[in-house]
């Protein structure tokens, strides 16, 4: 069976800005603006075939003060993004089906009131609650004490109030919808990393697209990392939940990882102490690097996909936190250039990329919906034809000790 | 003499709502809510018999920006708390007699300029100045270094803005006034503590109710911790000035207490290099485990008393800290769950409390403004009447070492 | 030749208040005051000789979200402070001459935004850009684990908003216009230094007076430390600009720095991999103390001064950064009560001073822009009068070692 992937082509001409769109600034730090609460409408920009708005909000109360709430309420779905919080993905809704999890974590916790620092660096854990959070960009991975001090938890990005936000509606079909915004990881002599990331959606689709491009804007060599935590929990999540994807070699997290070795394609129902059982994947892809890779709940009607491409995101982390509903019961599917080791680790095993003075990386998602049955068995059948009949290796002991 | 108690369900009944009541939502995160200034009178809530106002000032400039300060301005008292510091009372005002004290640090300090790890772990001491503070509830007491973090000085509920506030009045007879918030302390794996938090105020009384209900929102069985931080300077702090209590048992907090085991029953006058003195103390209760415990001036007729369960609350620290007057001349009288040793201690000796998954504790106080002679007289009465002819164990050495 | 050196005592005559002002307060802590925008012009003060305005501004967006922006525009000077930043001095420009540099930290990062601890104690990187950042008074200097806690890069003062800023023109010739805030360095047992930092212009002129007067509040002696860390980047500083102290002693910071003990008189053009070359400098005076220092560019017709007291000042640290340019080319000019070695070395080596109960102590700096060749030569020989024919000792070995 041939599958028509996705071509990365197309992608990009989506996500691209044109001449023939319309473009509001929301926040600039160069002109010192940020507008806060604003809104627009397919029918105030005068499209028709379209129903859709887009709202930004500032909350209040409690640690959300002040966060910035970016709602693209469409007919098909309902996207949620904070500009506060590294424009992360809150979550995404349509046709009844939530992509998205319960965290204890129940507000947009501004960084703010938050301290990375805290717990031996596991501040992040105070504000993560997001269906997408960006895990880097100077580093990722796990805390970790090293150079004098502390790596703290995913990095800094989620974390960083963008000093750009634009957003930008083609005003012709197919209307693409772009949020954009800029993160600054900018310390002096230490870091100098500038990315701009985005979220682009056609109304009417089920798909969004993540495209980010990461600036070295200094005069230096920079490593980077990054990680994609994708996470997800019910409807798609539940007993009997499975994961698909290429593999072409899998390995333990840790050594507790290694009692999910046989049964890391599925998924249990929340359950009392099991914690999280982290997968180190290595995917396969096709001939231009494109993969992609799904959930889906035990029916097979519902699921949710991401792809993207191994040449951008070599490596990818399967993240099984099926705990009990209240602690969090969710998994995260997350490409990345790095597992989530310690950066040290990272660096010892050579996964750390670099970027050279004035050079970009890029890395473009596409993140589906997938409503129904038909959709869910058209992206598994796309995926095992990435696999074809090769073999998945499974490596049964951790590649790396914490 | 026989003598009467306040009673747990009376107070209680103060404390709960009622139908009969006008309630004003002033912050709420799930609607995006914080009404920032806002008042209420007597007058608009047709209330003739008595004459007060409900007041909520966002304050600006330094490090308090953005911190509310709500006030309760009646005939009797005055009562200033601060919703963004974890609803703790700031002071107390009436009859001519001031509850509270005078610490070096003057402003309500917002936890946004908070870092609760600075100074190791004593970031807290960068706002403290209440009547009164909760330290709780994941955790309290003095900092220490231990399962791979820092437990920083008190914990952070004080530093916890709240998600939830709300001002309710009774809209007959006695006309209580109850404000009320939330203070969540959610840490994705790690914590998931929400705690409402009450003050309760009758027009025309010189009392107060702190009602306070911690619930474990959580799958997993938690510790929790919680010292009502008291603190009292002067008018009723002076040289000469009693601390009245019927106690069981009282031992030194450390070696520096010890010379002040003779002594702890009256207080110095500011005293350069004093710092301070902490006693640890067990207190006598009736048979409902109610206790009361005072401090007066020398002439006895200004005071302040605090009325608790030892159910609730069986421990109590006295920290007198007579040191100068700007230094911060202050008494603390500090009903807990736990001692002031650090968390690892409190363990040890099995202080530490824990809620099941959905359990609650909950912990009620009256707080009481003694401004006369027979106040301070039949508040002393109570007292002696609980410990009756009750020995008064002295332990001479500190039943745990830092 | 005689040099006539600016009398400390008319600058203090035109920093200080006079009845004949026009005085406003734009945030006072004690009023729950904080005006944000405002400007006024000389028109609004019937003003006729001059043209100015100072206006305030409350940026927006990314990490400067809130932070405030007071700007001096005048005929010839235009200075921008950040209340939100200690007063700090972001820039000056006159004459078509910039006195500032271009850091990668490129907006007015609001405190609330910065960890100090963060990177084992180098948080204040993410924030530094300014031409003028006071590190102290709490303690100042490199970074240093003691006493239980960290002692962060160059102390708090810079990342403190101010409790009061107050803006006052004298209403006669020459209508000194004085920027003046409150920075709090309060913590309860711990400090309780309050500092009056003030910027005076004198319109017409292309000086600016600092003058600031910390203050012990508390009722123990208190240590503190200053470093008044100036910096100069582009268009002064290039490849052959010149150094020019009156200098009693030099001595390399630290063993990279012997490399440039022949020529610390000038500079290197942008210089990958230079990093940072530090010098310790006992600057020599006049018989009141008052000295001055001056950077200037290759041709000599474009510099910057910095006179000073060495009673006050007694400490002078050159802090040569000619890196590239993105990565920060700068010079620092750093007159100091201490150098810029953590405070352990300083407090052993005896330049840590202290303040007893009440007292306070000033610092007066007058900066100067030297926008052509006889301003720049006029300096540099007033320099030159002060040293005289009297020896440069130059230390060959460190000091100290951190």
């Not at 996909?305 to 982390?317: A, D, E, H, K, R």
Request: hydrophobic content about 35%.
């Amino acid at each position: 069976m041939k599958v028509q992937l996705v071509s990365l082509a197309a992608i990009l001409s989506l996500a691209s800005y044109s001449a023939d769109a319309k473009e509001f600034i929301l926040t600039d730090v160069e002109k010192g603006l940020a507008k806060g609460d604003w809104s627009i409408s397919s029918e105030d920009l005068g499209v028709k075939e379209h129903n859709f708005t887009i709202k930004n909000t500032v909350l209040k109360g409690g640690k959300q003060d002040g966060s910035e709430l970016l709602t693209i309420a469409s007919d098909n779905l309902t996207i949620k993004l904070s500009p506060t919080r590294g424009l992360g993905i809150l979550s995404v809704d349509g046709d009844g089906l939530r992509l998205g999890w319960d965290s204890p974590v129940d507000e947009v916790v501004n960084p703010k009131y938050i301290n990375l620092e805290s717990r031996g660096g596991l501040g992040w854990l105070d504000g993560f609650n997001e269906l997408m959070v960006r895990c880097g960009f100077e580093w990722t991975g796990h805390a970790v004490q090293a150079d004098g001090m502390i790596y703290t938890l995913h990095g800094r990005a989620q974390n960083t109030p963008v000093s750009k936000l634009i957003v930008n509606v083609l005003d012709k079909a197919p209307y693409t919808i772009t949020v954009k915004g800029l993160i600054k990881e900018n310390t002096f002599k230490k870091s100098n990393l500038e990315t701009w990331v985005s979220l682009s959606y056609v109304p009417g689709s089920k798909d969004f697209i993540v495209h980010d491009v990461v600036t070295n804007k200094g005069d230096y060599t920079r490593d980077y990392q990054i990680i994609y935590h994708s996470n997800y929990g019910t409807p798609i999540l539940e007993e009997g939940a499975r994961f698909v994807a290429p593999i072409k070699e899998i390995s333990p997290f840790n050594d507790y990882a290694k009692n999910g070795l046989k049964t890391w394609q599925t998924y249990l129902g929340p359950t009392k102490d099991f914690d999280e059982m982290v997968f180190n994947v290595y995917p396969y892809a096709d001939d231009q690097g494109q993969t992609q890779v799904m959930v889906t709940n035990r029916a097979g009607d519902k699921g949710a996909g991401i792809s993207f491409n191994t040449n951008q995101l070599p490596v990818f982390t399967l993240w099984k936190n099926t705990d009990t509903l209240k602690q969090g019961y969710v998994t995260g599917l997350e490409p990345g250039t790095s597992f989530a080791y310690p950066v040290t680790i990272e660096r010892e095993q050579k996964r750390v990329r670099q970027l050279e003075p004035g050079q970009s990386a890029e890395f473009t998602l596409v993140y589906s919906l997938l409503s129904d049955k038909k959709a869910v068995e058209q992206y598994e059948a796309q995926i095992k034809s990435i696999q074809g009949d090769k073999e998945t290796k499974v490596v049964e002991q951790p590649i790396a000790k914490e």
